[in-house]
């Protein structure tokens, strides 16, 4: 069954420093997602992506924070200057091109942890 | 805003019980729910989507049922096995598909 990948599993990055995550949606998909779930605590969504724009994203999803479909595979989330609290675990998800009625698929998630 | 609730926050059961986790949600205007599965560590699968017209979506032991009126939807796991030890998140989609998320039932099902 085809499923969501998502790199790497675990990144350590320092306070200030710029990360990247990567994902690879389920190829026929069309709509994208990142979540975040900071740890003991509810899964949050972030931002959702279709169309290569922005079609929604919360107030967590501030300036600091990017997405990009770089190619026809690929959809990152890059944070500019980490800060502690984004600790967190980060979840990518795709849905089908009828993505309203359609469910969510999530990767593994990248366990990202700011020192 | 959407609040979405789960009670029990942890069960522990023996196996071969049958046992329903409960979702609570604010704003029924929903058009869909969404179970999903969380092994500790890992990603979340998806287990059920229940549309807003259904009221009950089956797939093998499990049976997730939608009663948007008084928002509410139960996923009800029958026979219970070890395996199915997890936490159980539903989650409820709202502007631009974005899901809101409860807090999740953490299920431990005892030899």
């Known amino acids: 069954e085809p499923e969501v990948t998502q790199t790497p599993s675990h990144q350590v990055t320092q306070m200030g420093q710029e990360v990247i995550l990567r994902c690879v949606p389920i190829?026929?998909?069309?709509?994208f997602y990142w979540y975040r779930q900071i740890l003991g605590q509810k899964v949050e969504f972030l931002v959702s992506f279709y169309n290569n724009e922005i079609s929604e994203k919360s107030e967590i999803f501030d300036d600091q924070f990017s997405v990009e479909r770089p190619d026809g595979s690929n959809f990152t989330l890059k944070i500019r200057s980490t800060k502690l609290e984004d600790s967190a675990m980060y979840f990518c998800?795709?849905?089908?091109?009828?993505?309203?009625?359609?469910?969510?698929?999530f990767g593994d998630g990248t366990r990202l942890s700011i020192l | 805003k959407q609040e979405v609730t789960q009670i029990p926050a942890a069960l522990s059961v023996p196996e071969g019980e049958n046992l329903v986790l409960n979702c609570s949600f604010t704003d029924s205007a929903i058009y869909n729910l969404q179970w999903f599965r969380q092994d500790p560590g890992k990603g979340l699968t998806s287990l059920l989507l229940i549309q807003s017209s259904q009221r009950e979506q089956t797939s093998g032991r499990l049976n997730a049922s939608l009663d948007k009126s008084s928002g509410r939807s139960t996923l009800y796991i029958a026979a219970s096995q070890p395996g199915d030890s997890a936490t159980y998140l539903c989650?409820?989609?709202?502007?631009?598909?974005?899901?809101?998320f409860g807090g999740g039932t953490r299920l431990m099902v005892k030899p």
């Open positions: 989650a409820v989609p709202g502007a631009g598909n974005m899901l809101t």
């Open positions: 190829s026929n998909h069309l709509y």
């Open positions: 998800a795709s849905s089908s091109a009828t993505g309203i009625i359609q469910p969510q698929h």
